[in-house]
Nanobody, 122 residues
């Protein structure tokens, strides 16, 4: 099972970017989806999560009010809209999937995708 993240690149501070993650249907429809990031020299950290129905979302304090996670169940896609980007948002971003919201929040997701690099210039 492979999750495929895309949409990263270079953006100036204050700009916006949208990341996408594609997942196999049998995974996507019943799993909590999450986004994580890892900056150079730092540990991987939780960014956002969304339940399978999309009715509940969670965010790291550092991104609240700037990032929005969403999902399109018809397309088996999850998105991370990132606005008002800051240089400290620079990291490799990963999507993750797990049946349990607790596992996603704790970084213990069963499935992980390859990362996509986001670089925010000052």
């Amino acid at each position: 099972v492979q999750l495929q993240a895309s949409g990263g690149g270079l953006v100036q501070a204050g700009g916006s970017m949208r990341l996408s993650c594609a997942a196999p249907g049998r995974i996507f429809m019943s799993y909590v989806m999450g986004w994580f990031r890892q900056a150079p020299g730092k540990e991987r950290e939780f960014v956002a999560a969304i339940t399978w129905s999309g009715s509940s979302t969670r965010y790291a304090d550092s991104v609240k009010g700037r990032f929005t996670i969403s999902r399109d169940n018809g397309k088996n896609m999850v998105y991370l809209q990132m606005n008002s980007l800051k240089p400290e948002d620079t990291a490799v971003y990963y999507c993750a999937a797990d049946p349990s919201l607790i596992n996603v929040l704790g970084g213990r997701s069963h499935y992980w995708g390859l990362g996509t690099q986001v670089t925010v210039s000052s």
